[in-house]
Structure formats: structure tokens, C-alpha cells
């Protein structure tokens, strides 16, 4: 970040522009997308900045979405009031092409529209939640479903001029959020189609024009196998509403933009996309396309978070002096951009490797599919904690003004803190990654084969930081091995080691920027890899160093020497 840069508001920015980090990181991991996609890159940031971020506080604050009566059997739609404002910024997320870009004839790599994600969070987690959704509902039609129901309602959802139809994702019902077999719709043949009837209990961007619901066919067994996936959409064919209705919509501690609707489905019709015990394996793959992006919503948020601190911290004085120049003030920030660097990197990680696993000639294997659950367990876990920690010490860094509702910073930590449920706990993330640590798909040895020699080709200075990761990736070899034994002591164990999992991962990620930066003679991104091993790993006491605090929170090169 160019120091002029913090004494800018948010708003007179660039999101993609002025993020330092986001630049080296591509730079040195995907250069042809910057090329291809930087001016494209370049203009969304700059909506982001002008027009989402000022949209969000008054959608937030003054016009939150609300439900009027209206009489029974009328499109579910017609009794939501959203105001203009958020359905303009919510239409031209598509018309940049937060979801077109991905399907057509020349798709582009997901990775661009996760990062157009992580830039849209910096401003509104709400307008990003329905996107995703809508970018999930396109992935099943494009990728998985029937060919007849992809010719039909694809092109709708990916459509680019602002005319584009949105999705949703319906599976949370009251007895069964985590656990999704508990579902107790019911999805009923007729002579007349498929027809499901049941109550679903969360379903954000409630009115959108397509929903994937679960459901369990009369007779389908128990459980997550008999669950099938549907297609509900709100207008039948011949533009009649469906038979579903908006029950209430939930009063949030957060995200008070985006419409979370509770909907009664009364014999709704639905196309089939997959019977039991298909359904389920589909919506788990729905989902995961939308834990990526929770991923780089929670890094997006840390970066917002930030942002906000650092410019506060370089204009505010106090006892005589601007606050960033004190130590402590200093630690705060560094904390903030260390985590903030990990959680990017894990972000850019989990994308490349989803764009390999989702190759239109499906040439990925069963390895790399688990080293993307594994991936998204550790980095959904981690990046939403931080989001909401960094989020709390972002107004803990502005004081008094940090708390009230003038300020992004209050509406910050409420929505970020939906990045941790939404999508599954930590503990749901911490079963996720242990089917996969000790499962058959032997995860740990696929983690360990595939950061070792990252590991081993380090530079001499970085090698010394590599110890302990390479020994934190045996312990969970190790861990993993003692619960294929004995996995009744697996769920004690996995909280310990997503947490493990999450540190091994950062630090990779660190110090993999780290080599590149050092390649150019600059020390800085070694520095904050140095910080975050000692702070994870060796918890070695600190030493504070004031002279190089300013230069690694403004991105500036650092001599290899003050290593
Ligand atoms: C704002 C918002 C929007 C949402 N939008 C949608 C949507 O559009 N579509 C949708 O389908 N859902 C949506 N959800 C629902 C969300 O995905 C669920 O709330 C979430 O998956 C958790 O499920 P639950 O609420 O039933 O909690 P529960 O599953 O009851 O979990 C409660 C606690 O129990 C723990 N727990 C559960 N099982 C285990 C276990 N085996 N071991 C250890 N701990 C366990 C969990 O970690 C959690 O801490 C939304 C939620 C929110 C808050």
C-alpha cells in the first residue's frame, strides 16, 4: 500500500488497485490472469469502492429488505420489498460478470470471479452471498445436471447485461442444518411431475428465480442417501408462481441486506437433477463452490478490516504523537496483515486447485479432489475466524468511532461473523477434513507429498522457518495415523487438527511468497512469514523491531539483510 493511500477513504479508492498483497500474489502465481483480466480486474474495484460499499451502509442501516402481506398463491417474489439501490449493485455484479465469465463457450477460470468475490466482500458480504448462490445454481445446471434442464436454464443465470436471473440454495431445514440427511421435504411423482412439499428454513436470496432444494422421495431411505436434488423455479413454465411461499424473513445480527427467507414449499414443481443417493453428493458439491468463496469473503474482510485500521492508526494522534507510531499499535496491525496474507494465499490456493479439479475434460484425479476438501476444510475454517477477529480489532484500533454505525467497521464484524456458520462450523470443517486426513483418501500423506518439496527448495535464510512446519506436517501424519486405528478418538482429535492444518497450510503459503519476494532482493513478505511461524509454531518471544514495522505494513522492499 502506497502510503497516500492511507490517508484516502475507502470510496475515493481502487479495491484491486491499491491491495499491494493481491499484486505480488498473483504476480508470482497466476501472471496471465492479471494480463488477461487486470483492466477488468481494475474496474470492479473501482465499483466496488465508488458504489457497493456506500449502497451496502444504506441498505444496511436505512432500507433493509422486508415482506409485505399479500393473498395466497401469488409469486413468492411480489411480497419482497428490496430497495433499489441493492437490486441495482445486485445486478451489476452479473453484468460484470461474476458468474458469466465462468460458463459459455470460452469460460474463464474461476479463480477470476473468486477474486472479483474477495473484492465485492471488502464492501458487502450481502450482495456476495447471492451471487455465489447464483454461481452455484449455474455450476449443477452447467457441469452436472441434465442436458435438457441446462439447455433450458442456464443461459438465464450467466447472462451479462444486466437482465440475469439468480439462483439459491435450499438444504437448512429446522431439525437438520450440519446435518443435511435429517431433511424431511418430501419430493412426490404425480402424474404431473415431480412436486415437493416441506419447510425450508434458511434460504438466502429468498425470491431468486431458481433455487437446488434436497429433498427425499416418498419411500427413499433414511438419511443423507436418500436425499435427491431438485430444481425449483419460481415461475412455472407457463409464468404462473409456484407453490411456494415466503413464510418471514430472519431479523439478523448481521448481513441485513440479503433476504434469508423461511419457505413453506406446498406441493412446489420441481425438475429432478439427481435421484438418491446422487442428490446429496451433488449438493455437497454446490457447496463447496460456495465454501471457495466464503473463503475469499472472510479474506476480503480482512482486508477491508485492514484497510480501515491502518488509515486510522496513520491519522490519529494521541499523547502527542499519531498512534502508528506506537509499538503496540504497530503489533496490532502486523497481526491483522499477517493472518490477512495467510488467509489470501490459502484463498488463491483453494481456487487453482478447484479450476484443476473442475477441468471441462475432467482429466483431475481422486488426489486432487481431496486435496481440495482438504484445502477448503482448513482455509473455511481459518479465514472466517479471522475475519471476524480482525474485524473486532479493526474497531478496537478506531476507538470509540470504530464502535457506532458511521463506520464500516460495526457493520464489519456483524457480517463477517456469518462467515463462520454459514456454509458449516469449524466443527463440521474439522469432521470434513478428518474423512479426509485419515480416510481412504489418506490426506496426510497427499498433504505432506505435496508442500515437502516447497518446503525443501526453500532459500538458505527461509530454510531455518521451514523446521517447524516440516515437523507440524509429520505430527499430523502421525495424528492421522493413530486415529486410522483407532477412529473412535478422531472427532476429540479434529479440532486440533484443523487448527494444525490451518497453521501448516498459512505458512506455506507465506513462505512460498517469501522465496519469490526474496528472488528480487526484498525481504518483506520473509519478515511476515518469520512473524507468523514464530507466532504459530515456535511461539518464540517477539522482538520488536519499530524501524521495519511501517515499511511491511505499507508493502515497501525491504534489504535481504535485515533478515
Ligand atoms: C444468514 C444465514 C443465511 C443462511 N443461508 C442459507 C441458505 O441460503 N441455504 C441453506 O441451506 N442454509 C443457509 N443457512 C444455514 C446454515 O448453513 C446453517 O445454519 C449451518 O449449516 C448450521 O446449521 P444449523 O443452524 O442447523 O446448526 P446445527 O447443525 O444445529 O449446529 C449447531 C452447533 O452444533 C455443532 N455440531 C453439529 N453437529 C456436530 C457434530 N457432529 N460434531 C460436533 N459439533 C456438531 C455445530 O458445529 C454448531 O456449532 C444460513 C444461515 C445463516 C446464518
Not at 518439496?453 to 522457518?465: A, I, S, T
Request: proline content about 5%.
Amino acid at each position: 500500500m502506497d502510503r497516500s493511500l492511507s490517508s484516502r477513504d475507502f470510496h475515493d479508492g481502487n479495491a484491486y488497485a491499491d491491495d499491494s498483497y493481491l499484486h505480488l500474489l498473483l504476480r508470482s502465481t497466476r501472471p496471465e490472469l492479471v494480463t488477461r483480466h487486470g483492466a477488468r480486474l481494475e474496474a470492479f474495484g473501482r465499483w466496488v469502492a465508488a458504489e457497493v460499499d456506500a449502497a451496502a451502509a444504506y441498505t444496511d442501516h436505512e432500507a433493509p429488505p422486508r415482506l409485505v402481506e399479500a393473498g395466497e398463491g401469488g409469486d413468492p417474489a411480489a411480497r419482497l420489498v428490496i430497495n433499489p439501490r441493492y437490486a441495482a449493485v445486485h445486478r451489476e455484479a452479473y453484468r460484470h460478470g461474476m458468474v458469466g465469465l465462468n460458463h459459455g463457450s470460452r469460460p474463464e477460470p474461476f479463480l477470476l470471479t473468486f477474486l472479483m468475490g474477495y473484492l465485492l466482500s471488502e464492501a458487502d458480504i450481502s450482495i456476495h452471498c447471492p451471487v455465489t448462490l447464483t454461481g452455484a445454481v449455474a455450476l449443477v445446471l452447467d457441469r452436472l445436471a441434465p442436458a435438457e434442464l441446462k439447455g433450458r436454464y442456464l443461459e438465464p443465470l450467466t447472462r451479462m447485461d444486466g437482465t440475469a436471473a439468480t439462483g439459491g440454495t435450499w438444504a437448512t431445514e429446522r431439525d437438520g442444518g450440519s446435518d443435511v440427511g435429517a431433511s424431511t421435504t418430501i419430493a412426490r411423482a404425480t402424474n404431473d411431475g415431480l412436486r415437493l412439499s416441506g419447510f425450508k428454513w434458511f434460504c438466502s436470496n429468498a425470491g431468486s428465480d431458481l433455487a437446488l432444494a434436497t429433498a427425499r422421495p416418498e419411500g427413499a431411505p433414511p438419511g443423507s442417501s436418500g436425499l435427491g436434488l431438485y430444481l425449483v423455479p419460481r415461475l412455472k413454465s407457463d409464468g404462473s408462481p409456484n407453490g411456494y411461499r415466503i413464510r418471514r424473513l430472519k431479523d439478523k445480527l448481521g448481513t441485513r441486506g440479503l433476504p434469508t427467507g423461511e419457505i413453506d414449499l406446498t406441493d412446489a414443481f420441481a425438475h429432478e437433477i439427481a435421484p438418491p443417493p446422487r442428490g446429496f453428493k451433488l449438493m455437497m458439491e454446490a457447496l463447496e463452490f460456495s465454501r471457495v468463496h466464503n473463503i475469499f469473503a472472510a479474506a476480503g474482510a480482512q482486508r477491508r478490516a485492514f484497510t480501515e485500521a491502518l488509515r486510522h492508526a496513520a491519522g490519529r494522534s494521541a499523547f502527542g504523537a499519531p498512534i502508528l507510531s506506537y509499538p503496540m499499535v504497530q503489533s496490532s496491525l502486523l497481526d491483522i496483515q499477517m493472518e490477512l496474507e495467510a488467509s489470501l494465499g490459502m484463498a488463491v490456493m483453494a481456487a487453482d486447485v478447484f479450476d484443476e479439479v473442475w477441468r471441462r475434460d475432467g482429466s483431475a484425479g481422486e488426489e486432487s479432489r481431496a486435496w481440495l476438501r482438504l484445502l477448503v476444510a482448513a482455509a473455511k475454517y481459518r479465514t472466517a475466524e479471522q475475519a471476524v477477529r480482525a474485524a473486532s480489532a479493526a474497531i478496537e484500533m478506531l476507538g470509540g468511532i470504530g464502535y457506532t454505525e458511521e463506520y464500516a467497521t460495526a457493520r464489519l464484524l456483524r457480517d463477517a461473523q456469518v462467515l463462520t456458520v454459514w456454509e458449516g462450523t469449524a466443527n463440521i470443517q474439522a469432521l470434513e477434513l478428518l474423512r479426509i486426513l485419515a480416510g481412504p483418501a489418506d490426506g496426510a500423506r497427499i498433504l505432506s507429498n505435496l508442500l515437502a518439496p516447497g518446503l525443501e527448495q526453500l532459500p538458505n535464510p527461509l530454510q531455518d522457518l521451514a523446521k517447524p512446519i516440516r515437523g507440524a506436517i509429520a505430527g499430523i501424519g502421525a495424528a492421522a495415523g493413530r486415529i486410522r486405528s483407532q477412529p473412535q478418538n478422531g472427532p476429540a482429535q479434529a479440532r486440533i487438527l484443523l487448527e494444525k492444518t490451518a497453521d501448516v497450510l498459512s505458512a506455506a503459503t507465506l513462505l512460498a511468497t517469501a522465496k519469490t519476494r526474496l528472488v528480487e532482493s526484498d525481504a518483506r513478505s520473509a519478515l511476515v512469514a518469520r512473524r507468523y511461524i514464530d507466532r504459530r509454531f515456535t511461539r518464540r518471544d517477539l522482538t520488536h523491531d519499530a524501524s521495519l514495522a511501517e515499511p511491511v505494513l505499507f508493502y515497501e522492499a525491504i534489504e535481504p539483510g535485515e533478515l
